[in-house]
């Protein structure tokens, strides 16, 4: 499942940097995260690593975006031309 990041944002910064995937950018009051890009870094890490960086505890599972590991490893492997 794809992450969001609540309203509770306080537009920090630190979790932009940290995604591998790109999927994390600053929307008109908050960040916000691409759920077509977001792969909990499935792939990459072994946790999201803007919910480790978070300092106020945001970012939760995006209940509109429902994937399993084996949708998120996919769309990995997509957006990383691995096959």
Known sequence: MALMITDEC???DVCEP???NGAIS???EIYII???KCT????H????QCIEVCPVDCIIK???HA???DQLLAKFKKLTGQS
């Open 10 to 12: 306080i537009n920090c």
């Open 18 to 20: 940290e995604c591998p």
């Open 26 to 28: 600053q929307g008109d």
């Open 34 to 36: 691409d759920p077509d």
């Open 40 to 43: 909990e870094c499935v792939g």
């Open 45 to 48: 890490f072994d946790t999201p």
């Open 62 to 64: 995006d209940p509109n």
């Open 67 to 69: 994937e399993t590991q």
